[in-house]
C-alpha cells in the first residue's frame, strides 16, 4: 500500500482534463484568429517604412483589402479580379461598392455629403507602377463608393521587432 | 503456467480499478498540443510586422462648403529621371520576364516641390516641412509622376511621416 504511492502510474493522479481543455481552446482559437487574418493578405514583398503603425486584424471585416501583386495583377480575398491583360476592373468596383455599403458614414469637414469613415487597405509590391495604386484611388472617388481614407501597407524595418 | 497468467491478470484488473486514466499515455499527446500552440502563437506574431501609413484622398467629389477659403496645396512631384534596369533580384542580371524583378542602381527620383527640384527625397520633404510651418492651412499633395513605384510613394509618405506631416492626400491621374 505504502509503495503504491510512489508508483509513477499513481502519480497520474493529478487530473490532467481541465488543462487539455484550455489548451486546445486556445489552440482552436489561433487557428481560427490565422485563417481568417491569411484569407486576404497575399504574400508580397512590400517597400519598408520605419513609421509604418502597426496593423492590427480588422476585427469587423469591413476594411477592404486590395493586394496588387507587381504586374498589376489585383488579388481580393485570394481571388484574381484583375489582370492587366483583361484590363476590367467592373470586378474589383463591385466589391468596392459592396464594401462601402458596409462602412459606417459620416460627413467630413469641408463636405455636405455622407461618406464613408472607413479607410481601404492597399498593398502592393515595392516594385508595382504607382499607376496601378492611382486607377484604384480613381475608382473610390467614384459614386457610389467614395472612400477617402487609404491605408497603404509597407514592412517595419526587421529591427525594429513586433513594437510594442 | 496457469496460476502465474491468472495471478497477472488480477493485477492488471486490480490496477484498472485503483487509477483507470493513468493507463493511457498523456504525455506525447500534450507536448504534440503545446508544439502546436507555441506554433500558432508564432505564426501570430509574424503578421504584426506588417505596417500601415495614413493617407486621403481628394474629396472633391461632393460640392464643397469652403472650396473658396481653401488655400492651395502644397504639391510635391516625384518624377522619374532615369529609369534604370529591371534586373532579377536573386541573380542581379537582366530580368527575364520571369518571376519578380527589381531596378538597379541607375535608377534616379527627383523630387519637385513649387518651383525648387532636389535629388534627395529628405530635402524636398524638408522644405514641404518648412512651408507648412509657413501656414498649417495647406494640405499636402502628393502627385506621383509615370514611371515611378509603390515604394516610391511610400518612401516618400514615410518620410512626411516622420517630420510630422499627416494628412497627405494624392493627386494626378493613371492616365
Known amino acids: 500500500m505504502q509503495m503504491s504511492k510512489h508508483d509513477p502510474e499513481t502519480d497520474m493522479e493529478m487530473n490532467m482534463t481541465p ?22 493578405l497575399e504574400q508580397l514583398v512590400l517597400p519598408v517604412a520605419v513609421e509604418a503603425v502597426e496593423d492590427k486584424p480588422d476585427k469587423d471585416e469591413r476594411r477592404p483589402i486590395v493586394n496588387i501583386k507587381q504586374d498589376g495583377t489585383i488579388i481580393v480575398r485570394r481571388e484574381v479580379i484583375y489582370t492587366p491583360e483583361e484590363d476590367d ?3 474589383l468596383k463591385e466589391y468596392l461598392v459592396d464594401m ?34 492611382q486607377k484604384i484611388m480613381e ?6 463608393i467614395q ?3 487609404v491605408e497603404l501597407a509597407a514592412s517595419r524595418p526587421p529591427d525594429e521587432g513586433p513594437g510594442i | 503456467m496457469l496460476g502465474t497468467s491468472k495471478r497477472r491478470r488480477d493485477r492488471s484488473a486490480k490496477r484498472n ?27 501570430l506574431q509574424f503578421r504584426t510586422l506588417e505596417g500601415r501609413l495614413a493617407a486621403y484622398l481628394p474629396k472633391d467629389t461632393g460640392p464643397a462648403l ?35 524583378f527589381e531596378f538597379d542602381g541607375a535608377r534616379e527620383l527627383t523630387y519637385r516641390v513649387g518651383p525648387r527640384q532636389y535629388t534627395s527625397p529628405e ?17 499636402i499633395k502628393l502627385d506621383a509622376r509615370p514611371g515611378t513605384t509603390y515604394a516610391d510613394v511610400i518612401q516618400v509618405v514615410d518620410l512626411a511621416t516622420r517630420v510630422g506631416l499627416d494628412g497627405i492626400t494624392f493627386t494626378g491621374s493613371s492616365e
Not at chain 1, 106 to 133: W, Y
Not at chain 1, 139 to 144: E, F, P, T, V
Not at chain 2, 66 to 95: F, K
Not at chain 2, 123 to 139: C, F
Request: some cysteine.
Open chain 1, 19 to 40: 488543462m487539455i481543455d484550455v489548451v486546445f481552446l486556445l489552440i482552436i482559437f489561433f487557428m481560427i484568429i490565422t485563417d481568417l487574418t491569411q484569407q486576404e
Open chain 1, 89 to 91: 476592373y467592373t470586378r
Open chain 1, 100 to 133: 462601402a455599403q458596409l462602412m459606417d458614414k459620416d460627413t467630413p469637414e469641408g463636405l455636405s455629403v455622407m461618406v464613408p469613415d472607413d479607410p481601404i487597405l492597399i498593398r502592393a509590391d515595392e516594385n508595382t507602377p504607382f499607376k496601378m495604386i
Open chain 1, 139 to 144: 475608382l473610390c472617388g467614384q459614386k457610389g
Open chain 1, 147 to 149: 472612400i477617402w481614407k
Open chain 2, 17 to 43: 480499478e485503483k487509477a483507470p486514466q493513468a493507463e493511457m499515455e498523456m504525455t506525447p499527446m500534450i507536448d504534440v498540443t503545446f508544439l502546436l500552440l507555441i506554433f500558432f502563437m508564432c505564426t
Open chain 2, 66 to 100: 469652403r472650396s473658396a477659403l481653401q488655400p492651395e496645396p502644397i504639391t510635391i512631384e516625384v518624377r522619374v529621371a532615369a529609369t534604370g534596369l529591371r534586373v532579377d533580384p536573386r541573380t542581379g542580371v537582366a530580368w527575364t520576364g520571369q518571376g519578380r
Open chain 2, 123 to 139: 530635402r524636398a520633404i524638408a522644405r514641404v516641412g518648412e512651408l507648412h510651418a509657413q501656414d498649417p492651412l495647406r494640405r
